[in-house]
């Protein structure tokens, strides 16, 4: 009798240790599966422009403007295209800032490599206060050209009637003059918006 007992209770840990096993490769199966899942869904909205591109049956020509026009568009997120760049955390506004009284501003910039041939034409002051209302200062008329290497600018800037008091954000709207097959194009780029607080008159 006992070895009958014995020899259940060996079969029974043997069915237990089989199901044990393949619950545990189907658990690692699934985690694997799952996990492929989740790579594919992050990566398949950046690799399906590229893999339609190689799959369509258009001629090596057109193949080549699209991707061009893809290139563009990664240029124009990574701010390849801009004409200008800032240092992060070098522009500020001088303090205090009071009603009625010139704004100056303090810039840290230099050219890109797409705006090394283009000419700084005007600049155009834009504020915007705690009401999100956004009006137009006075015009900057170019002081220097600036180089590859980021440079110190100095502008005084006339604030327009009506701000608010408190936090008011400006930036300058910037045009250039830049050179295209066949003559010049006009082109926009504009600086980081900086903050300052406003006061009231002394």
Known sequence: M??????????????????????????????????????????????????????????????????????????????????????RGYSYVEEPVREGEPLWIVLYMARTKAGTNCTFVEGASVFEDSRGVRQGGSRLKPITQVGMSPERLRAPVDMPAGLRLGRVGVHIVLEYRCPVAGGTETRWDRTDTLFFELLPKA
């Open 2 to 87: 006992a070895g009958k007992v014995t020899a259940g209770s060996a079969v029974a840990a043997s069915v237990r240790k089989f199901f044990l096993d393949e619950s545990l490769k189907w658990i690692a199966r699934t985690g694997f599966a799952a996990v492929l899942v989740l790579l594919a869904a992050i990566f398949t909205p950046l690799s399906d422009q590229a893999l339609a591109i190689w799959r369509s049956p258009d001629s090596l020509e057109r193949i080549d403007r699209r991707l061009a026009h893809l290139v563009d568009r990664i240029d124009e997120i990574a701010g390849e295209n801009r004409i200008i760049r800032q240092p």
